[in-house]
């Protein structure tokens, strides 16, 4: 996988936590720093583990995937992408009132909620055998620093570009799912 298309990937699955830190910006203006630094720390702390996690349980069953692999990646990335589209219409602001205190376990339960769809990256690129180590790199990392503005960007921009940046990010991953498939197919 290209420096890009890890670079999109990682984009494209922080746009969740990007969006909430946003929210969190938005009605929580105390210690203002602090919140940031906490939000970036446990969103890109999960965007690691959720996809080793699902690269871990699938990764070692690789080999009965081999063939199937692909179709595998075409159907979850296909999903994720989708169900972040759909996340981007539904009009749930759920994350609104939960946003106005950041407690530890708000934070991790919106962790985990952020990093669902890399949980499925994970998987997919377990079941194509392929190497975890610099998609959780890109992936914490973008999330943290995507985070951390985020909180910024809602204490002073509000609910402008929430829902159009999470519709780009399932677009993304659509887009990438379709590429490897073609990839594999040898239409690149």
Known sequence: MSYIDLSIIAFSVSMDAFAVA???????????????????????????????TGWGILYPFGDY??????????????????YMIYEAFSGNDESDERAKKLSVKYLFFSGIAVSIDALGIGASLAVNQQSIKMPIIFMGAFTFVISFGGYYVGRFLGHLFERKLEFLGGTAIILIGWKMFLEYLGCF
């Open 22 to 52: 946003l929210c969190c910006g938005l009605l929580n203006h105390e210690k203002a720093f602090k919140s940031a630094l906490l939000i970036a720390l446990f969103f890109g702390g999960f965007q690691v583990l959720m996809p080793l």
């Open 65 to 82: 995937f081999k063939n199937i692999g692909p179709y595998v990646s075409l159907i979850l990335l296909n999903g994720i992408g989708a």
